[in-house]
Structure formats: C-alpha cells, structure tokens
C-alpha cells in the first residue's frame, strides 16, 4: 500500500530536522526516491503536494504541520516544534535552489485571480507590442487594466440615477508587474508605475518577490504615500493569500487625456474600453470577454512547472 503526500512529506521533514517549502520537500522526496512510494502523483505531483500542504494547514485545527514564513512559506512538524523548540522555525535553512524561471507574463493569471475575488473588478491584458511607441515614448503602457461595475452591489434606479448625476460608482484600475522588487529596481519600477498608472481610479504596482529589508520598505512606503500608487505582493504559493500591502490613494476622477492618448496608440485599451461601454449599456458583464480566472489549483500549477 502507497502512502499519501502529507504522508510523503512527514517523512522528509522528520529526516531534515528544520522547515522546508513544498518544492523543497518535493525534490528531496525526489533524491530519496520516496515519490516511487505515493499511491497516486498525476500530471504534476509537485504542484499536489504544495496544494495539500496548504489546504491542510489552513483548514485542519489537528493538522501535524505547522508553517513558517510567510514567503518562502516552509513547513515543519508539530511534533519537532514541542522536541527542538519554537527557535527552529526561525531557522531559514541554506538549500540549493533552482533559479526560479518564470516570467512577469506568467503573474498574470494570479493578479485577474486577485483581482476578481478581492478588488470584484475584471482585468484584461495589455499587449506592449501592439502599441505604436514612437509617439509617445516607452512608459506608457499598463500591463493590465481593470473595470469594477457597480450593477451586483446597486440597484438599477440608483445606478441610473448616479450616472445621470455623472456618479456611475464605475472604478478603473491600472496596474503595473514586475517578478520582483528590491533596492536595486525600485525607482525605476515605481516610476514607470507612476507613469503607466496615474490614469485610473486606483493605480498599482504589483510584484511576487517584495525584499522585507527595513529601509527598502520604509522607502516603498514612502513613495506609495507621495504618489499614491497601491502596492500588491502577489502569492505564488497561496493565490488567496496575495493581498494589498500599501493602498492606492483613490481618485474620484480619471484623466481621460491619457485615456484617449492609451486608446489611440494601443488597439487592446482600445478594445478595453468598448468592452466596458457595452457591458454597461447591456448591464450584463460578458466574463469571457475579458482575462480567464483560473482556480487555485491551476495556478500554483502553472507557476510550479517553470520553478
């Protein structure tokens, strides 16, 4: 008989004695050939294996497993906490990792993810390279845009009657992603946000790596609080555990100059914005229209092949 892949992954950590990822545990799983042992892997056992570590610490009260970070989030056991001591948790192992390769393209599924369940808006990409960019220059460009309709939350008289009042209650966000945000890309990514954003409601810059440094912080803050632009730390790991680190300053008015200029130079903000004038005219939001929303599970997936 198999075992299962809590199973598989009490093993390994009561072999390494300290908190360990999921990818972590995975390969070691690996090396050892304890994988061979699992009742069942599928197309990506990986992936399975981090999902079941999640959902278990989350949502089992009597779960074996406790977890550190929380990013890189690792897990430990119960047991070894009450043997070694509550130290070991703050332990971060030294482990030979491989680069992580996935792209900035590959984040977006997660913000359309965060964006549909937390913001209730529906995001659309925008392609860079379909822009004509020698008119206006490089940093132009949101990597997506998003549309928050108040038709669930509001009742038809008053949706008709705000608009006549030109207060349709309708929000447009804009963000801007980057894989990672540290010192040393700071100014640079935050100003293109500034640039790309400043247009919408509510602006963002969205990233999956945030470095916790203390001063990096204290300037990250800073500049939010300067230009009101919201920062988001995208979860890789737990979808439903990205959230809004530093709010946008909201914007009752949109500077419908750039919109026009973004409209002219980019045929998807373009196609964006028709989407939205039918969709409000219809009352009826076409989903489909704008990016898909995967499931949790699909989207550790898509990012656990490329890790």
């Known amino acids: 008989m198999g075992i299962s892949f809590l199973q598989l992954a009490q093993q390994v950590i009561r072999e390494a004695k300290h ?11 690996l090396d050892k050939g304890y994988d061979k042992e699992l009742e069942t892997k599928g197309k990506t056992p990986w992936a399975t294996l981090g999902a079941r570590l999640y959902v278990d610490v989350r949502d089992n009260p009597e779960s074996i497993f406790v977890a550190t970070g ?7 056991l119960r047991a070894l906490v009450d043997t070694l001591g509550t130290k070991v948790l703050d332990t971060q192992p030294i482990v030979s990792q491989k680069k992580s390769e996935y792209l900035e393209k590959d984040l977006h599924p997660f913000l359309a993810y965060y964006g549909f369940y937390y913001l209730r808006a529906y995001l659309k990409t925008i392609r860079h390279n379909k822009s004509d960019k020698k008119e206006f220059g490089e940093w132009v460009h ?31 966000f804009s963000f801007e992603l980057k894989r990672e945000l540290a010192i040393t890309n700071l100014r640079e990514s935050f100003f293109q946000a500034v640039s790309n954003s400043s247009w919408a409601n509510e602006g963002y810059l969205a990233a999956a790596e945030i470095d916790k440094d203390e ?20 979860d890789i790991e737990d979808p439903d555990s990205t959230e809004t680190i530093l709010p946008a300053r909201s914007r009752d008015s949109v500077d419908w100059e750039t919109v026009n200029k973004l409209a002219t130079i980019n045929p998807d903000f373009r196609d964006f914005l028709k989407r939205i004038k039918i969709d409000i005219a219809s009352r009826e939001i076409r989903k489909e229209m704008y990016d ?3 499931d949790k599970d699909e989207l550790i997936q898509s990012i656990a092949k490329k890790r």
């Open 70 to 76: 929380p990013r890189p989030k690792r897990f430990f």
């Open 19 to 29: 908190p360990l990822t999921a990818n972590e545990i995975w390969e070691t799983a």
């Open 142 to 172: 949101p990597d997506m845009v998003g549309c928050y309709f108040p038709f669930s939350d509001w009742k038809d008289e008053v949706v008709e009657v705000s608009s006549v009042m030109g207060n349709s209650a309708i929000k447009l």
């Open 215 to 234: 001063d990096f912080r204290s300037e990250l803050e800073r500049l939010s609080t300067s230009f009101g632009i919201g920062v988001i730390q995208i």
């Open 292 to 294: 898909p929303i995967l």
